[in-house]
């Protein structure tokens, strides 16, 4: 299965962005599903994770402006990003996890102009 991104663009500071995440397969279950992001000089963070029960977690940092959602019947992930500040520019990945592997996707570049 592949996990293709999408919806980054440039934003100015204080916009929103909404990035997607679809699986290849609508019948393939991850059990855990997470954007992560790549900021310049920093190693990737993890930025939000969903169970498949729509459990959620988010980091200190985007916590109250971003909302992590699931669509399980369509197989795909969303990250809704407001109040963007040049912080979270970078490159963001979404993430799978099964009972036995993870998968990566190939990764959005969301940038933010003060």
């Known amino acids: 299965v592949q996990l293709q991104a999408s919806g980054g663009g440039l934003v100015q500071a204080g916009g929103s962005l909404r990035l997607s995440c679809a699986a290849s397969?609508?019948?393939?279950?991850?059990?855990?599903m997470a954007w992560h992001r790549q900021t310049s000089g920093k190693q990737r963070e993890l930025v939000a994770t969903i169970t498949r029960g729509t459990s959620v977690y988010y980091a200190d940092s985007v916590k109250g402006r971003f909302t992590i959602s699931r669509d399980n019947a369509k197989n795909t992930l969303y990250l809704e990003m407001n109040n963007l500040n040049p912080e979270d520019t970078g490159v963001y990945y979404c993430?799978?996890?099964?009972?036995?592997?993870?998968?990566w996707g190939q990764g959005t570049l969301v940038t933010v102009s003060s």
């Open positions: 397969r609508r019948d393939f279950i991850f059990t855990t």
């Open positions: 993430y799978g996890r099964t009972e036995l592997n993870t998968f």
